[in-house]
């Protein structure tokens, strides 16, 4: 019993970054209708800037208010690496095929990847350990010893996803962006700047992915220029499976993709904890593809 | 009974390959590496070539098929071929195209497994399922202690000659270029350009779709069993993402949908690889930068000249 509250923590710690990284990948497929393949590399870029912070402040020891610094600082580099992605490699694109874009994307993915991989350009290939963020200690409730940082992690997700739900629903921007998402035409036929909008969805997206790398090295303290590659993919996958374009369900896919990856982890196919996501994908493209919160939309000709 | 002309210059080449092969070992053994690489590409390339161009799917995972086929026929010939027959001549004649056929055969079925759920849904899902099954792939050879693990498949016979890589090269072509001109084959250009009016002239898309990631991944797999018995050693890691992409590379430079086109850049590339190996941390930078510049200026691909009287797009 005691193992099995600390797994269920332990996923849904992993589960609510896969869900900061997912709802990033909603957002821009609600607007754009396009997966964003360099989303992941955002997420690697933010940890590194984490880290960067975390070695320039040179906190005599972790604070919560440090902490609170670096992970705004990261938030607000990544949110300007989303727009100049979008307005260098996507703003040109955007009456193309969706293919054009698709491949654009991969290539701005590997181009950051490799870029980060150089020892010239870059951070070198080699992974770096990343230092505590936040002020640490072990809470004892029973059997069950609990890490605070364990516990932040969601407290800190549910704070950002209420306020993007407030960004989303109750201000003008918000209601531009669901407008865009809707009806793009329509959107801008009743005069919504459709470009500004677009790069908010990227800014707001990538931020989040920004906050999800920070928590993620914080978790998992060894970063490497390729640690996106994975927790994108299956925070693609999470979106997917909550239904894309649904923001709710981004955050419903994370978590429950987290907590599977977890308890798999648990058992003896531990070594296939990678595959399991992408079973999954499989077996909802399968049998609901149009994700456990979405709504099927039938293509009129 | 004339054959058709492009049987005929089928047969041609396969004869010009036989006769080059014969003389294979007054070439530099460098040049001869190269090109054994070039022609590896060539089946990979065009075979994609079906599926990313003709059909205007996307798939992300050629590499995984493509190391479907080089275990499975690397399996038969170093372990099972020699446990039946013994060390013979066989081998290389009879035992090592058939398991080229047996590694293609068996990768066309991963392929109706990965194409048939997510070849029901429009482009980009079948981008990501592709992808997530290279990986997929990638995770279970590295934990199947029978074929190395993630220490990799050593001792596998080099059969791999001119003649075969070249050979299975020209069949490769020839079958897609032969199956699109046919009476059916006109499907997977109908389905690329419009699947919504395509489906509504009565054409079955998911079938043709299905048809064509399965032929590709046929071609995938055989290359892969020339691949191991070129290199005579298999790794996991060698078929990971930026193997597919580079695959996908020489398809988007070559031009979706140009026989050609494609074969060129296969053979460009190939040789750039060799170029570009000692500045070996700037190559991918490389191909990345020219994969979006290509995106942005030329979608269709470099070597693609608008045909007089058809319009281009």
Known sequence: MTEFLQQLLNGISLGSIYALIALGYTMVYGVLRFINFAHSDVFMIG????????????????????????????????????????????????????????????????????????????????????????????LQFGDLTLSTNQLAVPIVTLG???????????????????????????????????DRIIS??????????????????????????????????????????????????????????GLVETFVSGTRLSTFRDAIAFAILIAILLFRPAGLLGKLKVEKV | MVPPKSQCLLIALLAIAALISAFSGRIDAYLLDVALGAGISIVLASSLNLINGFTGQFSLGHAGFMAVGAYTSAMLTTTLAPKLLGQTELLQWVVFPLSLIAGGL???LVGVAVGAPSLRLKGDYLAIVTLGFGEIIKVILQNLDAVGGARGLTGIHTHTSLFWVFGSATVTVYVVWSLLNSTFGRGFVAVADDEVASEAMGLNTTHYKITAFVVGSFFAGVAGGLYAHLKGYLNPSGFSFDKSIEIVVMVILGGMGRHSGVIVAAVLLTALTEVLRSFGDYRMIVYSLLLIILMLTRPQGLFFWPLKGKKST
Request: charged share 5%; aromatic share 10%; net charge positive.
């Open chain 2, 106 to 108: 068996l990768s066309a």
């Open chain 1, 200 to 257: 908010f969805t990227f800014a707001l997206g990538s931020s989040l992915a920004g906050a999800g790398g920070v928590l993620y090295a914080m978790n998992y303290p060894s970063i490497d220029p390729l640690m996106g590659t994975m927790p994108g993919l299956k925070a693609f996958v999470a979106a997917v499976l909550g239904g894309i374009g649904n923001l709710p369900g981004a955050a419903l896919g994370g978590v429950l993709i």
């Open chain 1, 160 to 194: 950002l996803l209420a306020i993007l739900y407030w960004i989303v629903h109750c201000t003008r921007t918000g209601t531009a962006m669901r407008a865009l998402s809707f009806n793009a035409t329509a959107a801008s036929l009743v005069g919504i700047n459709n």
């Open chain 1, 47 to 138: 940890s590194y800037v984490g880290w960067f912070a975390l070695q320039r402040f040179q906190f005599q020891q972790p604070s919560f208010l440090g902490g609170m610094t670096v992970l705004t600082l990261a938030m607000a580099v990544c949110a300007l690496l989303g727009v100049l992605i979008e307005k260098l490699a996507y703003k040109p694109l955007r009456n193309r095929s969706t293919l054009t874009v698709l491949i654009t994307a991969i290539g701005v993915s590997l181009l950051i990847q490799n870029l980060a991989q150089n020892q010239k350009f870059g951070f070198g290939p080699n992974p770096k350990a990343f230092p505590p963020l936040f002020p640490s200690k072990q």
